[in-house]
């Protein structure tokens, strides 16, 4: 039978290669997903492994914009943190890694889908729902979950087929991508601890403060310090380089599983905080407040069903459509402070200012309205209220 196998060259995967194809004898098509956390050598070490683990083909997907273009712009767009914290680095990644795997294995005519998902996190999910939407008469095989062994147990068994690499199980995972990195370890695993400075993966490296300029048109990052980028994907990671090295972005995400259960996830994602934080203050000058205010509750509602593996949901584009239609007055310049583990937005300049001094200053004079304007204002604003008290003042003299 040809299997698809969402593959990383991890022992999980690598373990899954050698059980799919030498204990069930099929034959597998490995495929990377690259959505922004490979270096061109990594990428290159993948498929070297991949063929000598014995899979038939492999294929790397080459995603960054394409995850760019139909994911990140939209998070940005809404401002989402899930729980106010978390950019949702690992959530989108794993949906539109899935999303990939599942068309490769469409065009090629796969009978049967593979991850390496074990049975305790989300992944599992995520994968299995985009599997059995884009490919419904295909079966989804999962040996880590469905066998339920232990670490040691598939180093044993690789040894035995003849693989013998380094498996030593590091003291933190990372999973790196375009909008973030994940970092999890013994500290996550319980209420209390928080990670140490060397589970980052950036060590700080930059003490003096700096301010830089973040250039949005349209609601997209197109430029840093005056430096203009056509493709924002090349914007998201000049920031990075510019912010990570002092640490911001770094903090512990505690949320509810799609399983039910609460967990805990280390992350650092520098770009994707400072990105979304310059974003809503610009939205806060330029748009309507009811526009901030259905905006807020439509894009909370996207970021929990993105977390919860509903990515192909159709409301999810109409909320895209309604998100992106708000975007075409988010043109303007913030101004960030960067300093050791923080930043702070100093201030916007934007053409669609609604700050504009033509119709008056907050708390100091006004424009386009006298005092009786106001006085007539306020007593039909407060009409309601005030019969509401009369008439229960009433009632209770009865």
Not at 33 to 39: R, S
Not at 57 to 84: P, S, W
Not at 141 to 165: F, H, M, N
Not at 310 to 317: C, D, G, N, S, V
């Amino acid at each position: 039978m040809k299997v698809v196998l969402a593959y990383s060259g991890g022992l999980d995967t690598s373990f899954c290669v050698k059980y799919l194809t030498e204990d069930l004898g099929h034959e597998v098509h490995s495929v990377l997903v690259d959505t922004g956390g490979f270096t061109e050598d990594e990428i290159k070490d993948v498929e070297k492994k991949a063929y000598e683990l014995g899979v038939k083909n492999h294929f790397t997907a080459r995603m960054v914009d394409e995850y760019y273009q139909k994911c990140i712009r939209y998070l940005v767009y809404g401002n989402i943190l899930k729980n106010n914290t978390y950019p949702l680095s690992v959530s989108a990644e794993r949906m539109f890694q899935a999303v990939a795997v599942a068309e490769y294995a469409k065009n090629i005519g796969a009978e049967a889908v593979a991850h390496g998902s074990t049975g305790a996190g989300n992944d599992q999910v995520r994968f299995d729902m985009v599997f059995r939407i884009v490919l419904p008469n295909a079966e989804v095989i999962t040996p880590i979950r469905d066998l339920k062994l232990s670490r040691e147990a598939e180093i044993e068994y690789l040894k035995s087929k003849g693989v013998v690499r380094e498996w030593h199980k590091a003291a933190y995972s990372i999973n790196k991508g375009l909008w973030g990195t994940s970092v999890g370890g013994r500290e996550t695993l319980n209420s209390y601890e928080f990670l140490p400075e060397s589970a980052f993966p950036t060590q700080v490296s930059k003490t003096d403060a700096s301010e830089i300029s973040l250039q949005f048109v349209e609601g997209e990052l197109k430029g840093v310090n005056g430096e203009l980028f056509e493709n924002p994907v090349h914007a998201i990671r000049r920031l990075s380089e510019l912010a990570s090295p002092y640490g911001i972005g770094r903090d512990i995400h505690v949320g509810d599983t799609i399983i039910g259960i609460k967990g805990r996830v280390g992350f650092e994602a520098a770009a994707p905080l400072i990105i979304i934080k310059a974003h809503h203050l610009l939205e806060k000058h330029v748009l309507s407040k009811w526009q901030q205010y259905w905006k807020q509750n439509l894009a909370e509602w996207y970021g929990m069903m993105l977390h919860e593996g509903q990515f192909l949901e159709p409301l999810m584009r109409d909320i895209e459509k309604f998100l992106e239609s708000m975007q075409s007055h988010v043109t303007g310049e913030v101004r960030v402070h960067l300093a050791p583990y923080n930043f702070q937005l100093l201030g916007i300049k934007s053409d669609y200012d609604l700050m504009s001094p033509v119709f008056g200053s907050y708390g100091e004079m006004n424009n386009a309205w006298s005092g009786d304007d106001v006085r007539g204002f306020s007593k039909i604003m407060s009409n309601q209220v005030m019969i509401h008290q009369k008439i229960a003042e009433l009632a209770e003299k009865k």
